[in-house]
């Protein structure tokens, strides 16, 4: 009897396995799933910050607080910057940027918090901006079977859940 062949590298050909087999370390980093992932958000990300500048003149960080607070108002700096993945430090600047351009507005809360929400014109902005990012997203998942789009979905969803479960084991 012989022994079946091992499975080679991926279609990545970067020689890590892709088979998910547990047969000992990967020697790369570029086999390790945390780097491919954030490789590709970069990428995705770096071409939108280059549209969205161009088109809107906002960064990155301004297009996600603006689509945050276009998809749910009011929010509070704290939660915002919890939504965004920035720091508060990050956020207030950010917004700090936008209420300067007319693009949102601070209005005390409860206690001493303050909420935040968009203008007319931050308003107006977000449909344009979204409108761009449907478009966007459909042109990354054009390249996907409706399967794998759902096997994607899945995998995200899984990995996420996860991620944040090591994240509370490490605090």
Same mark, same amino acid.
Request: proline share 2%; net charge positive.
């Given at each position: 009897?012989?022994?079946? #062949?091992?499975?080679?590298? $991926?279609?990545?050909? +970067? $020689? #890590?396995? @892709? +088979?998910?087999? $547990?047969? %000992? ?5 570029? $086999?390790?799933? @945390? ?23 906002? @960064?990155? !960080? ?5 689509? *945050?607070?276009? #998809?749910?108002?009011?929010?509070? *700096?704290? =939660? ?13 600047? &950010?917004?700090? =940027? *936008?209420?300067?351009? !007319? ?7 409860? !206690?001493?918090? /303050?909420?935040?929400?968009? /203008?007319?014109? %931050?308003?107006?902005?977000? =449909? ?22 759902? &096997?994607?979905?899945?995998?995200? +969803? =899984? ?13």
């Amino acid at each position: 009897m012989t022994e079946p #062949a091992a499975p080679t590298g $991926g279609a990545r050909g +970067d $020689g #890590a396995r @892709s +088979d998910g087999a $547990g047969t %000992g370390p990967r020697t790369t980093i570029q $086999g390790l799933l @945390s780097y491919r992932l954030s490789r590709v958000s970069n990428a995705m990300s770096r071409s939108a910050a280059l549209r969205y500048r161009r088109e809107f003149d906002v @960064s990155l !960080g301004e297009w996600r607080t603006i689509a *945050l607070l276009g #998809a749910n108002s009011p929010q509070t *700096l704290n =939660k915002l910057a919890r939504l965004a993945a920035l720091d508060k430090a990050q956020m207030s600047r &950010v917004v700090a =940027k *936008l209420t300067v351009r !007319g693009l949102i507005l601070r209005e005390f809360g409860a !206690g001493r918090t /303050t909420e935040l929400t968009l /203008t007319r014109r %931050g308003q107006a902005l977000y =449909k344009r901006l979204i409108e761009a990012a449907n478009e966007r997203n459909e042109a990354f998942l054009v390249c996907l079977t409706e399967h794998e789009r759902e &096997v994607l979905d899945t995998a995200l +969803d =899984k990995l996420a859940t996860l991620a944040r479960a090591l994240e509370r084991a490490e605090r």
